[in-house]
């Protein structure tokens, strides 16, 4: 859907960005980093809203860099959501929208009434936009910005504000947008879920440079390995088919390779492809198959490598169950005392309560 490429240099103050990409942004790709890291400068840097030297290029079309004058931000073909969502106060919701589609690019691209059927916007038409929550407002955003038509989308920690439930709402909308409109997203956030529950690929970026990019699965199992994350947040995103519900006791089945788990109901219907997210720390490992423990999801699964943390108490064990990646965050004593090692056939137990669910 699209290719990016940029190289870039900025200071400011003690602040130095200096970050090289090139490749794919099909569907959403997350730009993702600690806090200071450069996320938002880089966001910008793109947009044409921060003066950076360098390149950068989309779909082949030079909006800056080789000896040529940049392409102002008004002229590059991006749609830009801000964490504040920066509405026009005085127009009504109604009117913002007006307002970009009167504004739109030459090119094919939704209409005001196909975007408001898509962010459920009818209700809030008429309203001011200094009455509208912050999740409102957001949806709001996002549908100016795709109102004029842009080639790409750049988002700037568009939900940083919003309680979980608000952005439990809008995360699914903004993960449909490159396939309902065409549009590829560049999602800033330091949030690991939202990550795991929108992202495609992923960019890691760390004081200022780009620490790695790939597919977001394999990249999320490295996010403590150098490329921005914590050993606290460290874990892996499995696949799954849903099989069924047990409405009497609201859990919804899954297969993972041949192995079963469950979790609490969810609207998906049977046959359907989930993503789950599993942290390192919600893991503990058995060497005979536990009995009698109130966590049901229980996987046979084999240790490919152990790294211990070297002056602390912890190991990070990789485990293969069939062709998918799990991880545990064990104790080095208990490493020992289980006489855990590479190749063992073990039994890997899994908190129900710590999916983050996304359907595929």
């Known amino acids: 859907m699209g290719a990016l490429s940029f190289d870039l240099l900025l200071s400011r103050g003690d602040f130095h960005l200096k ?32 003066a950076a030297e360098g390149p950068v290029r989309f779909d082949g079309a030079l909006w800056q860099g080789a000896g040529q004058k940049a392409l102002p931000a008004h002229k590059r073909p991006v749609g830009f959501v801000f964490q504040n969502a920066a509405l026009f106060a005085h127009l009504d919701v109604a009117g913002n929208l007006q307002y970009a589609a ?15 059927a898509a962010l459920e916007l ?6 001011a936009v200094g009455g509208l929550s912050g999740g409102e407002r957001q949806r709001v955003a ?15 920690e568009p939900l940083s504000g919003l309680d979980m439930k608000r952005k439990a709402a809008i995360l699914p909308l903004i993960a449909e947008v490159p396939r309902r409109f065409g549009v590829p997203v560049l ?21 200022g440079q780009i620490a790695g990019s790939g597919p977001m699965a394999e990249m999320v199992a490295q996010l403590d390995l150098g490329l921005g994350g914590s050993r606290f947040e460290a874990g892996v995103v499995l696949r799954a088919t849903v099989t069924g519900t047990d409405a009497g006791y609201q859990l919804t089945r899954l297969d993972l390779d041949g ?40 996987l046979t699964a084999t240790i490919e490598r152990i790294e211990p943390e070297e002056s602390r108490a912890f190991a990070e064990v990789f485990l293969r169950v069939a062709e998918q990646p799990l991880r545990a965050r064990l104790t080095r004593a208990a490493v020992d005392q289980l006489a855990l090692a590479p190749g ?6 899994l908190k129900a309560i710590s999916f983050d669910r996304r359907v595929l």
């Open 19 to 50: 970050a090289a990409f090139e490749g794919a942004v099909d569907g959403v790709t997350a730009l993702f980093g600690p806090s200071g890291a450069g996320k938002s400068t880089l966001l910008r840097a793109i947009a044409g809203l921060e």
């Open 102 to 116: 009167r504004r739109a690019a030459p090119r094919a691209g939704p209409d005001v009434a196909e975007v408001v």
């Open 122 to 127: 009818a209700p809030l038409m008429p309203r």
């Open 142 to 156: 996002l549908a100016r910005a795709l109102l004029t038509r842009p080639a790409l989308m750049l988002m700037d």
């Open 187 to 207: 999602y800033v956030t330091h949030a690991i879920d939202e990550v795991t529950r929108i992202a495609d690929r992923l960019i890691a970026l760390r004081d």
């Open 259 to 298: 192995q079963t788990l469950v979790m609490p109901a969810a609207p998906v219907e049977a046959g359907a492809e989930v993503q789950l997210r599993v942290r390192a720390r919600d893991v503990m490992v058995a060497t005979v198959r536990p009995e009698g423990l109130s966590a049901q999801n229980i």
């Open 344 to 349: 063992r056939e073990v039994f890997a137990v």
